[in-house]
């Protein structure tokens, strides 16, 4: 699965601060999971999903979806 917060983020014109402000994870932890540094739970991708009022499916990449 491939984490695609970074390529959402650039396609809406959203920086990592307000996505930080946004979803209320730090602007580090949102770059670490972008950047595949962290395999976020659920709970995290949801959060993120509501704060930048996306779908979760829109936020990664899984032939399984």
Do not use: C, V, W
Request: hydrophobic share 35%; proline share 3%.
């Amino acid at each position: 699965m491939r984490i695609l917060i970074h390529e959402y983020l650039k396609k809406s014109q959203i920086s990592y601060r307000k996505a930080a402000i946004l979803t209320g994870i730090s602007k580090s932890t949102l770059f670490d999971i972008s950047s595949g540094k962290i395999d976020p739970k659920m709970r995290t991708m949801e959060k993120i999903a509501k704060g930048l009022n996306a779908k979760i499916s829109n936020l990664y990449e899984s032939p399984y979806k």
